[in-house]
């Protein structure tokens, strides 16, 4: 269970599903009301797919390229810095045109449930001594409470508000932006440890 919740709280804080609500109702502003709850359930399974392929294929890559974990903690973490600062400083997220065959495919499902901060997670993850289990059920946790999130996005949104929505968000970046600086700190850590030359 805590190998789960290591997992699965900074993979909740990489989604977002709250966050991106507002972009969520933008984008099924252009959809058919009748084609909503496809739309969630195509997103929710490409998001899911998408996931399981890096949480599998992550390791595997990094031995390929020659990087380290160490290597890849900075890196990641770097990224998700930058991500969650972009997050934090944006007026807002842009609305994005679309095609309604393939909206819950593109961009619901990746890259905004599945987007590069859930990827890198999962790749950070996954590099730590049995974590592949515990980050695969967590991201699939999380894609699944995203696609409940997203069902139910209209009361929501109501309930919360603009204002509550953004809110939200900046607060799930803020925190987002810190488990990125513990990952590069961590990356810098074994990387001094590290003998030379490995």
């Given at each position: ?82 991500l969650?600062?972009?997050d ?28 590069p ?21 967590a ?50 850590v ?9």
């Amino acid at each position: 269970m805590h190998d789960f919740l290591l997992a699965f709280i900074p993979l909740f804080v990489a989604v977002d599903a709250v966050g991106t609500l507002p972009v969520l109702l933008g984008l099924l502003e252009q959809v058919e009301k009748e084609r909503h709850r496809r739309v969630i359930v195509q997103s929710v399974i490409t998001a899911a797919t998408v996931a399981v392929v890096f949480v599998f294929a992550g390791r595997p890559l990094l031995r390929m390229l020659g990087i380290t974990p160490s290597d890849f903690m900075i890196a990641g973490g770097a990224l998700l810095f930058v991500l969650s600062l972009r997050d934090l400083l944006a007026a807002g997220k842009a609305t994005l045109a679309i095609d309604q065959d393939t909206v819950g495919a593109v961009p619901i499902g990746m890259p905004l449930i599945t987007g590069p901060a859930v990827l890198t997670t999962c790749m950070l993850l996954v590099e730590q001594p049995g974590m592949m289990i515990p980050t695969l059920l967590a991201v699939l946790a999380n894609v699944v409470l995203a696609g409940v999130v997203y069902w139910f996005a209209d009361p929501i949104c109501a309930r919360l508000g603009s204002s509550g929505s953004k809110v939200l968000s900046k607060i799930a970046n803020l925190l987002l932006a810190a488990i990125a600086v513990m990952m590069v700190r961590k990356g810098i850590v074994a990387l001094l440890a590290s003998p030379v030359g490995t």
